[in-house]
């Protein structure tokens, strides 16, 4: 209880302080500073998560483990057919340091390293880090976890000022709830959870958060050979992450097409940058699987415990499973709920996961009424731009799923589009909602962190 109620003292600060702001009006002042209360906050919140929750209870954090220790300690990417060592399954039976009763060769799925498949640049970073814990497996997962504490801090600090920038080149420095929403998001539990255990996502965040925030800054500038640079630098270090965010290849080749001039050099000088930072794994993986991603490979191997019963997934899946998508967008679904227990929580889960939809369909429908408009508004532009990586997102997941019977439909699969969401319900909230009631908002923003105060003191 004490550790909890030491975790619980930043929470419970923003709440006063954000109360203490409506009542005495110096919210422009805390706006202007909150970044100074936003960091502690941030950093105090994934620690809690990471102190707290046990290794391995999320989805994946063992194999993604199994990958950084096998890099760290072979000095050499593993393959499909590598097994997990001793100490990954040991720490997998709660015994370590003592010897596991398990034999990797003999327990299938589980004993390989499954996730061998995915981009190496996380697990390289994260390789060093466990080496530096002398090789003590179980210190390694929580240095792993203290990594990705700190890349999501980056992260974090990257929304606020974009959203700050959009603020002040969008909306002409009127006063707006886009920077407090890196509040909300930061704090939204499900998306702790999955920042901070063992997992390339959280380096994947921070990359399309770069790419997204600068395709904005570009917006209006005439490309030159820099700006080129960062785009297919940032792209690339994307890919070389996580391919799962492979549709923001189209989101780049559609904003260079947008911008009309020298399209054709634009597209060579960023689809070789691109190229060149992924040759290496390309041809790591041409060496030993005979293709340029094992993604094949992996999924063969996967087949029986992802889709046991080689279902073939269609429309009437899709329809079944959309909310269940955005639900577990906002939830904590890659944890177990007897590790994270829900009260009241659930309630405005399902609300969050039922009005993000139907508040890009209106975002959608909007912005086509508004089309003759769309040339001279940059509000428009902007808001576009989210919408479209927001929709490519969720596409790209629904073509895996019917194409390949791969029942993807989880949260975690949109986590490329968090900055795009972010800026979709800020558009839409102040523009629509909140255009002549925004104090409203500042009181909900207050009764939120008392909920997410509420939450760790009585769902954990």
């Known amino acids: 209880m004490l550790i909890k109620i030491f975790f619980l003292l930043p929470t419970l600060l923003l709440f006063i302080i954000l109360t203490l702001s409506l009542l005495f009006r110096f919210r422009i002042f805390f706006k202007k500073y909150c970044i100074y209360i936003l960091f502690p906050l941030v950093i105090i919140n994934t620690i ?3 102190l707290l929750l046990p290794y391995f209870s999320p989805i994946d954090e063992g194999g993604h483990f199994a990958y950084v220790e096998h890099l760290a300690v072979e000095k050499t990417l593993p393959l499909l057919s590598d097994y997990v060592s001793k100490n990954n399954l040991a720490l997998l039976e709660h015994t370590y340091p003592n010897p596991s009763s398990l034999e990797a060769s003999k327990i299938g799925f589980g004993g390989q390293i499954y996730e061998s498949f995915q981009p190496p640049l996380y697990y390289l970073a994260g390789s060093i880090v466990y080496s530096l814990t ?3 497996a179980e210190l390694s997962v929580y240095a792993l976890r203290l990594l990705n504490t700190i890349i999501f801090s980056i992260t974090i600090f990257i929304w606020y000022k974009a959203l700050f920038y959009i603020e002040k080149n969008i909306f002409a ?3 707006t709830i886009l920077p407090f929403l890196s509040f909300i998001f930061a704090l939204i539990p499900g998306l702790a959870v999955r920042m901070v255990c063992v997992s390339n996502a959280v380096l994947e965040l921070l990359f399309s958060t770069l790419l997204i925030f600068f395709l904005i800054r570009f917006l209006y500038v005439d490309l030159k050979n820099k700006h080129l640079i960062i785009l297919g630098t940032l792209l690339g270090l994307l890919l070389l992450t996580r391919f799962s965010s492979f549709f923001l290849i189209l989101i780049v080749i559609a904003y260079l097409i947008y911008k009309r001039k020298r399209i054709f050099k634009n597209l060579l000088v960023v689809g070789l940058l691109t190229t060149i930072l992924l040759l290496p794994w390309f041809a790591f993986n041409y060496k030993n699987y005979g293709s340029l991603t094992s993604n094949k490979n992996a999924k063969e191997i996967q087949a029986y415990i992802v889709n046991p019963g080689h279902e073939n997934y269609g429309m009437s899946y899709l329809a079944s499973k959309t909310f269940i998508l955005f639900d577990t967008f906002w939830s904590p679904d890659d944890v177990p709920q007897n590790v994270v227990k829900f009260v009241y929580y ?3 889960i399902t609300f969050l996961g039922f009005i993000t939809p139907l508040i890009i369909l209106f975002s959608i429908f909007y912005l086509i009424l508004s089309y003759r408009e769309f040339k ?3 509000f428009l532009q902007v808001w576009c731009l989210a919408i479209l990586v927001i929709f490519l997102n969720i596409i790209q997941l629904y073509s895996i799923v019917l194409i390949e019977d791969w029942p ?3 949260g975690r699969y949109l986590s490329p589009s968090i900055l ?5 319900f800020g558009f839409v909230f102040n523009s629509f909602v909140l255009k002549r009631f925004i104090n409203i908002f500042y009181y909900i923003l207050s009764l939120f962190i008392l909920f997410i ?7 954990l």
């Open 420 to 424: 795009a969401f972010i800026i979709m």
């Open 376 to 378: 001279k508004s940059s």
């Open 346 to 348: 659930s309630q405005i």
């Open 134 to 136: 002398n090789n003590n």
């Open 173 to 175: 420095n009127k006063d």
């Open 453 to 459: 105060f509420s939450f760790y003191l009585f769902c």
């Open 48 to 50: 809690f998560f990471a």
């Open 408 to 410: 993807v439909l989880g």
